[in-house]
T-cell receptor, first 116, second 116 residues
Framework: AQTVTQSQPEMSVQEAETVTLSCTYDTSENNYYLFWYKQPPSRQMILVIRQEAYKQQNATENRFSVNFQKAAKSFSLKISDSQLGDTAMYFCAFMKHSGGSEKLVFGKGTKLTVNP | NAGVTQTPKFQVLKTGQSMTLQCAQDMNHEYMSWYRQDPGMGLRLIHYSVGAGITDQGEVPNGYNVSRSTTEDFPLRLLSAAPSQTSVYFC???????????????FGPGTRLTVL
């Protein structure tokens, strides 16, 4: 079974600064996907960024980027130029490539607070 | 498109009562799933379905029943509610017939359930 570990229950950052959230995972699969989801106080789950394991290039989406280290099974999220709207819970998630069974395994989350 | 809708948004039950959480999607997605979110636990998969008439158990299925009679609807039934089922419940859906290797999961807004 796959497991996802987020070792930082809470983090804070000053507005406009950069913060990195950590995520490690354990799997014997070779083909899989990794995701970061954002959950603001509204409770809605929002996909921030995804990474295919077969791609060596790290994914980026505007101010969000990942550092994917497949051998180390590490998948950290970097948020640049932090904004107050980035305040939220962030969940790292794993999905194996199973062709139609899109089961997600989530970490326990990191609560990020952006301070003005 | 309304996306993924869930009703009700909030519910309070007494121990032993039964109820059904409703989930519907209008995107013609084959895959639908239910997760529960507890403080400090992330999201955990309860049940999932890869198409009408097909359901399977996830990580934490005990105490819950599901059925999938149509592509659009995937209700979650609590037959005899227990305080341990106090949680926030999310429904999600995705297409499994896309041209890419991965199909994004879309989440509903969640149902907060309290069992007294």
């Amino acid at each position: 079974a796959q497991t996802v570990t987020q070792s930082q229950p809470e983090m804070s950052v000053q507005e406009a600064e950069t913060v990195t959230l950590s995520c490690t995972y354990d799997t014997s699969e070779n083909n899989y996907y990794l995701f970061w989801y954002k959950q603001p106080p509204s409770r809605q789950m929002i996909l921030v960024i995804r990474q295919e394991a077969y791609k060596q290039q790290n994914a980026t989406e505007n101010r969000f980027s990942v550092n994917f280290q497949k051998a180390a099974k590490s998948f950290s999220l970097k948020i640049s130029d932090s904004q107050l709207g980035d305040t939220a819970m962030y969940f790292c998630a794993f999905m194996k490539h199973s062709g139609g069974s899109e089961k997600l395994v989530f970490g326990k989350g990191t609560k990020l607070t952006v301070n003005p | 498109n309304a996306g993924v809708t869930q009703t009700p948004k909030f519910q309070v039950l007494k121990t032993g009562q039964s109820m059904t959480l409703q989930c519907a999607q209008d995107m013609n997605h084959e895959y639908m799933s239910w997760y529960r979110q507890d403080p400090g636990m992330g999201l955990r998969l309860i049940h999932y379905s890869v198409g009408a008439g097909i359901t399977d158990q996830g990580e934490v299925p005990n105490g819950y029943n599901v059925s999938r009679s149509t592509t659009e609807d995937f209700p979650l039934r609590l037959l005899s509610a227990a305080p341990s089922q106090t949680s926030v419940y999310f429904c999600a859906s995705s297409s499994t017939s896309g041209t890419g290797p991965y199909n994004e999961q879309f989440f509903g807004p969640g149902t907060r359930l309290t069992v007294l």
